[in-house]
């Protein structure tokens, strides 16, 4: 057996990412349980000097970040005096479908002096990072699906080969964190595929959150249309249940043909509004699955769907196509051809459910099956982008549950979270960056007419984090609040140019889920901006440290919302701090603009 280790950089990129392909040269076969894309050791500083940062996810509570001493999490053993290295490490696993459902494939080794790596692991489906104590220093070690994790195994015939999934290592020698993060942010934006929404930056209305929540009827949806137009929305998404006759969508999914009862007089009577309101048309669809009711369901060979013994696996009333099929993958193509063939530019893809290990349709594996699924599930957008290369794909599963690297380097955006409060979305829009590109993540900003106006800025700020993802009964707002709106959607399309450019830094670290200031910064060059929130049981005043900034000529202005009444902050030039002194009552946000090379400040008072 001979491992072929491949590494590649992008140019003037501190990150370096790798694959490693297995041959089998012998003259029988050969099982492989476990691979690394990459393994390397000797950190820059002692275990007991290094910080390790990892992620948790779960619904409603995307990105979790959090830090602890290595050295707590891998006990001295003593072993110089064993001969041995210690056998304890920290590892992180995603075992089903949902490759970000639990923990991130997103993890970080930080040194007290400054140097630091962050990692990422490029797959749909199960992976593993760990980190061992070795002798000389920490030592990473990177892997797609294992046999331990997730009933993966590869059996490579004589002159067979096997590739690993892709993994991407950036580092910093000083800087912290935030260096690598930095270089991390640089190489994705430099691989992921070229596409015209990264530099438009459309603004998007989306119907469901708060909303209409998957009940979408001509009448209902043509009031909103108006609504999301005169604010300055330039995409309007139909989301989910715009199929289902009897108002059951979840398991009448897969033939994608619109309600006849929902829209009487056709649902391109809705697409025409759409346009002729000069938005562009986006749809929901959840491609991957078909409900048990759907006519489909049985229309479609058997080995086009994952089993299980001899069965179609049926997870939460749907089957799970496996695009591995070729009647599989010519079903998806056909309506995506048609919705594209009637005028749609804008896909939400979702994905509700996780079917567990995966399929053994073909006698693999369930893990093998899953691995060869999940490579084909990309190469399937890919296909879908070579065929429509100016529709925009927005990748969603319930939420976040699959925000990977795998899929952000093909889709244009992706949903940071279904969580319906605004007061707890605030530490996943401020944590995103740190999982994807600050304009791919579409952070809901779901404003209502019961809201106050502090309330509508608050969900609009989070929503300026990122992507700008709109939702809310717009239509029945008064004026006042609908002109807020309107504000937040103007301030995004003058920063979107600085977002696409930006690097994500955290003047207070990175937010803990109860956290009652949040700050996310996102640094363009000369211009960068702070997103600021402070939650009800928030403390009155709170110190930002910008060191990047002290002793230099700064200006300090509020870019969203410059109608209501201005915080009182103080800068203190030499010292790089911003105190935020005294604000309205909470909940309440406001997004800062920092220009360099200005002269003084021009605070708020």
Known sequence: MTARLRLSSVTDVAAISSTVQLTNRGSSPITVSSLSSLAVGAFPSPVHEVDLWSGASTWLAEGRFTRCALRSALPDVSAELHGFDARS??????????????????????????????????????????VVDLREGPGLALFGPTELDAQWRQTLAPGETFTTVPVTLAVTGSGDLEGAVGALTAHRRAVRLRHSDATELPVVFNDYMNTLMGDPTTERLLPLVAAAASVGAEVFVIDAGWYAEDGHWWDSVGAWQPSASRFPGGIEEVFTAIRDAGMRVGIWLEPEVLGMRSPLAHDLPADAFFQSNGQRRVEAGRHHLDLRHPAAVRHLDEVVDRLAGQGVGYLKLDYNIDPGVGTDARREPPGAGLLGHNRAHVAWLEGVLSRHPTLTLENCASGAMRMDQALLRVVQLQSTSDQQDPL?????????????????????????????????????????????????????????????????VAAYKQTRAHLAASTPFWPIGMPDWEDGWVVLGLDAGEVAHLVVWRRPWADESVRLPLLRYAGVPLAINTAYPRSLDPWEMRWTADQGVLEICRTPSPPTARVLRLTLGSPGKDLPS
Request: charged share 20%; net charge neutral; proline share 7%.
């Open 424 to 488: 707890r979305y605030p530490p996943v829009a401020a944590a995103a960056p740190l999982s994807m590109l600050p304009e791919q993540a579409a952070n809901w900003s779901y404003p209502q007419p019961e809201m106050s106006m502090e309330e509508i800025a608050f969900t609009l700020c989070t929503g300026l984090a990122g992507r700008l993802y709109l939702s809310g009964h717009l239509d029945r707002m008064d004026g006042a609040q609908r002109g807020l709106v309107a504000e937040g």
């Open 89 to 130: 490490r920290v590892s992180r696993t995603s075992r089903g479908s949902w490759s970000t459902g639990e923990h991130l494939p997103v993890g970080a080794l930080v040194g007290k002096s400054g140097q630091a790596w962050v990692w990422q692991i490029e797959h749909n489906g199960p992976w593993r990072w760990e």
